[in-house]
């Protein structure tokens, strides 16, 4: 081997993931975010930096759904961080939603302030008072607006990187329509850009379904979701579509002359997907060697590392030049690391660590038989490329990964899918780390009862059933016995 | 004319701009703003909404300077909103420049919080904590991060939309390097790209030079800046890039171990540009019709106004929609206004209110000759220009669009520099609205005399001499008629 500075053992072990994953999940967790350098933390607690290598994962999801959004008409603007507390208090299930999570601005430089400013935790009351101003006629509809921006929730659950944080980072599109049925179908239409989105950037399955009367958002009419279920037993709220009927259009007095000249109100929606959905994919994807990006949202998607011994050098690195000119001739962002200082296996570990689709390995004997090594993070398989075939051999290993992530995160959920019809075997199926689908009533004791029962699973969602409504039971309630309403998926969720 | 209802004349006047931007300047900024739909106002004074038609060429300059930055090496991150007191505390004259102007946060839900928490005013603080975690070697070095981001600093000055608002968008780069001469390099190369961005996005030429020491930056060693002469007379801080020296990083103890393993602090530097620059370009480029929007920025570039008859009108929409693929195969963004209940003039004074470049009105006549009218936003020039020529023709127009609109600001400017030699002089220009070249012995007393005896016009920069130093200057100072120092550019500013 190459005569340069490996690491010692202890060091080596400092810089690895020391934890596995399928035994401390959390201190799993915590590792890979910060040892494949996507967070730091910071002295206030709750609150993240997202390092270049997750927020470039972000500028990706940003790239996507923005070209999708645009398909529906959607225009992208920004309101103000502030909103003043009374328009914060304009609708009542709104407010009491997210008071107790609110930051309040009360002073500005040496000054108190006359009313105090709450930071936005979502950005309904701000739009909305604009939106009642610029909406007139029905033909200034439908209003489809976005936003990138931060949002601020204070909860007092222990916060978690990606998954929980007191400031994130999200989109939230807010739209107004003339008609229930054109704001339906948009619900809809949305959850499926975001569905898309875990399939084809993240590589993730999603559980679509409505959240219950309990879950659902703050002031909505009702509330769809997408539901991911992670390798540690607990499910995560990985987005949410809400159809706001017409509860803030009426708080707002938001209202439109139609064609007859008669005043109606609108019908709105809001949707959000946050920085969480990283989260979630780190959750799902990473193994014990470290973080596993998926190929659409890796910036870097592979790198090459030159294998190189004093007397064949230059001819390994020319050809690892070369080897860079294939890859890229097929569009894939490659890096070649020759930095002298470090061994291969040190830098075969580092790019792990960080995820890195694709490794190729190209040393002396590659360059004789004009070939080289294409290994897969997900799986360490080695594949032996003749130089002529590597750009698209490295294509379809792109190709092929993204393809197996996925298929990997939907048998896993497969294979943890559980069904309970008694209480009994609910509390036990939670027990074991299962998604339990079962039949409820539809009534808040029964919820309130799988809460308490079970250590805190709860109802994540009723899944959409044939024409996207609630999926309906045959059988009798889980908790109570009486005849049930809905399917619902229960687990113990983020 | 086509039978369509025409607004009575009262509406039309309430429509279009009623106050002349020779006569009214900022009531007539006002006006294009609110009625291009650029900003909404909001209950919170300094605080406004970025609608659709102004979010959108920010995304145009975010998109271009992030290539540009990227060319630097330089990568995306997201920091925290919130800086603890403590830290925003560390850098003595930094907390003395920006703590007057900080919001505090000192509540989150019904509790007190045990520290306050400043909301970014900027970023240096916040960074720079955990650069100090991150810089260990020179290995480490150059470390080069930007994020897009809003701030807040609460200004008590009347505030402008885009020019002056409490809560703005903007980048920041914050970079470290190992040595003063690879951080100071920078600083210019950065000062360069925000040239590059208002010369050939915005068609503004700039003037580029130091702050005096009075004026630099909280914290910084010195600050280069970008100033852009206005049409009211008055020069506005288009952008500036700080050499921070090694202010920041002995307060933050940023150090890292040199080649020798010797333990050196860092050179850093900070840069922003921010929305205020939409500002400027509005106040530069547009007229008495509304906003003017350089082709570059234009989210849609093209509008096609169809002349319609009864008789002739399937026709004239079909050549419509010809003209639409001819320009879209040029790539440019173009937009088939063939609303119904409006008329032609009603519509062209909407889109030039909105300020689209181009106007392309097809008629029957135009269908007869096979031809089309290409209509330039900023100075009403007329073409007819034959349909196989139209995506070449309009592409020609935009581009000399883009070309006069940077001649004529770079006119303006220097029609109105004036040279002062006494303080007679001085005082007379910037009267006369001038921007004022004078020299200066390089004193506070001077500095502050001109703020004080010219109504509060100021020293806004020191340009660039040959070795992009601070120019000399030969005569005497234009205040005290002591021997000068450095040439200075006074005006009023923004």
């Not at 690391?337 to 291969?344: G, K, N, Q, V, W």
């Amino acid at each position: 081997m190459p005569k340069t500075k490996e690491p010692k053992k202890d060091q080596k072990k400092e810089i690895g993931i020391t934890i596995k994953k399928e035994e401390e999940f959390g201190e799993w967790f915590s590792q890979i975010i910060t040892k494949a350098e996507l967070v730091e933390y910071t002295d206030v607690s709750g609150c993240y930096v997202f390092r270049p290598n997750s927020y470039s994962i972000w500028e990706k999801v940003q790239a996507f759904m923005d070209s999708e959004f645009r398909k529906l008409g959607v225009r992208n603007a920004y309101f103000p961080l502030f909103i003043p507390e009374k328009l914060l208090n304009r609708e009542k299930e709104h407010v009491e939603g997210f008071t107790p999570e609110v930051a309040w601005v009360t002073h500005t430089g040496e000054s108190k302030l006359s009313e105090r400013l709450a930071i936005r935790p979502t950005s309904e009351t701000i739009m909305y008072d604009s939106y009642k101003k610029w909406i007139r006629s029905w033909r200034d509809l439908p209003l489809k607006i976005n936003q990138w921006c931060n949002v601020v929730r204070w909860e007092f659950k222990n916060p978690v990187p990606f998954i929980r944080s007191r400031e994130f980072l999200w989109q939230e599109g807010h739209t107004a329509h003339r008609t229930k049925d054109e704001a339906e179908k948009e619900v809809f239409q949305i959850l499926d850009i975001y569905e898309k989105t875990y399939n084809d950037l993240y590589a993730m399955p999603c559980i679509k379904g409505f959240k219950t009367e309990k879950e659902k958002f703050a002031g909505a009419l009702y509330t769809t979701t997408i539901e991911i279920f992670l390798p540690n037993g607990k499910s995560a709220q990985a987005c949410t579509s809400h159809c706001l009927g017409q509860n803030f259009a009426k708080a707002f007095d938001i209202s439109f002359l139609d064609e007859k000249e008669e005043k109606q109100h609108v019908w709105q929606n809001s949707w959000g997907y946050s920085t969480r959905s990283m989260g979630i994919m780190i959750c799902m994807h990473s193994d014990n060697k470290g973080l596993v990006l998926p190929p659409r949202v890796a910036s870097t998607q592979a790198v090459i590392v030159p294998i190189t011994f004093a007397d064949s050098k230059e001819k390994v690195l020319s050809k690892a030049r070369e080897v860079k000119k294939c890859l890229e001739s097929e569009g894939i962002s490659v890096v070649l690391d020759d930095r002298d200082e470090l061994t291969p296996g040190w830098k075969f570990n580092e790019w792990e660590m960080k995820g890195i689709p694709l490794r190729i390995e190209v040393g002396p004997k590659d360059v004789e038989k004009d070939q080289a090594v294409i290994v897969r993070r997900d799986n360490g398989k080695k594949d032996f490329v003749k130089t002529a075939d590597l750009g698209k051999k490295a294509k379809e290993a792109l190709e092929q990964m993204h393809k197996d992530l996925y298929d990997r995160a939907l048998r896993l959920r497969q294979d943890n899918e559980a069904e309970a019809k008694e209480f009994h075997e609910l509390t036990k199926a939670i027990k074991d780390r299962k998604l339990v689908k079962a039949a409820w009533c539809s009534s808040t004791e029964c919820e309130e009862m799988i809460k308490d029962k079970t250590g805190g699973a709860k109802i994540i969602c009723i899944p959409f059933g044939k024409d996207m409504d609630r999926k309906e039971a045959k059988g009798r309630c889980v908790c109570c016995g009486k005849p049930a309403k809905y399917e619902v998926y229960i687990a113990k969720s983020y």
